[in-house]
């Protein structure tokens, strides 16, 4: 699934349930649980060596973290975090008010 895809799919529903507010213990709790599943479902999925489609499991080759990568992710956050504090949680919350 696209970034923007999950992004249309699931904010709207962040935003109907309350969870807007960027640091709120409800969405803490729901993004821990997600990694909890996440977790699970690779460690059950790295033991197999077929898929449930009986094509065999395809695991990238790169398993460590380069610099490249690290410096990557803190800009994306960095510029993730900016946008929404300044430009699109006016819009995004509910009722068009910082939250």
């Known amino acids: 699934m696209p970034a923007w895809l999950a992004g249309l799919v699931f904010g709207p529903e962040l935003m109907l349930s309350g969870m807007a507010a960027p640091w709120g213990p409800s969405l803490a709790l729901v993004v821990a649980g997600a990694i909890l599943v ?41 510029t993730a975090w900016a946008l929404m504090h300044r430009s699109m949680q006016p819009v995004l919350a509910p009722g068009g008010r910082p939250v």
């Open 38 to 78: 996440g977790v699970a479902g690779f460690a059950f999925a790295r033991r197999r060596q077929r898929s449930w489609l009986g094509l065999p499991m395809q695991w990238p080759a790169l398993s460590t973290i380069t610099a490249r990568m690290a410096l990557f992710e803190a800009a994306e956050a960095l």
